[in-house]
């Protein structure tokens, strides 16, 4: 294995996880939620009263941040190794995955690690369990 050195961007990965911390911080403090993607679009596809402006706010952020990234750099130049119905499939496993999980790893590994969640520090192992599996199985076994 080797690093692409010019890829490591020690600097913007710091900002982004101060961002990250921030951002889950203020929405627990002024919002009493949790910043569980999974969960916030959720409550999109099924809004009760008064949750739905929030809810919204919160995903065009997510939207809205690499375009204002733009303005300061280029985004990053993307290649994926996969084909469509492997990301179809891989998109449809994650979705199911955070249902039965009860959240994904921005509800359990960012917000509930950090308020000493045991059954997030269980889901979050479970989580990262599977990708190395799944990493393993399809790089040494599955390639030929």
Do not use: K, Q
């Not at 002024?30 to 969960?39: E, H, L, V």
């Not at 997030?120 to 799944?134: E, Y």
């Amino acid at each position: 294995m080797t690093i692409a050195w010019p890829s490591f961007t020690p600097w913007t990965a710091l900002a982004g996880g101060l961002l990250i911390g921030l951002a889950t911080a203020l929405l627990v403090l002024f919002n009493g939620r949790i910043a569980g993607i999974s969960g916030i679009v959720g409550g999109l596809l099924r809004p009760l009263r008064g949750d739905l402006a929030w809810r919204a706010a919160f995903v065009a952020g997510l939207v809205m941040a690499p375009l204002a990234w733009l303005v300061f750099a280029g985004l990053p130049r993307l290649h994926v190794a996969a084909g469509t119905p492997t990301l179809v499939v891989a998109g449809l496993l994650v979705g199911i995955g955070t249902r039965y999980g009860s959240g994904c790893t921005s509800g359990h590994g960012v917000c509930g690690l950090s308020r000493g969640s045991s059954r997030s520090l269980v889901a979050t192992a479970a989580f990262m369990a599977a990708g190395f599996v799944t990493v393993f199985i399809v790089r040494h076994l599955l390639e030929h």
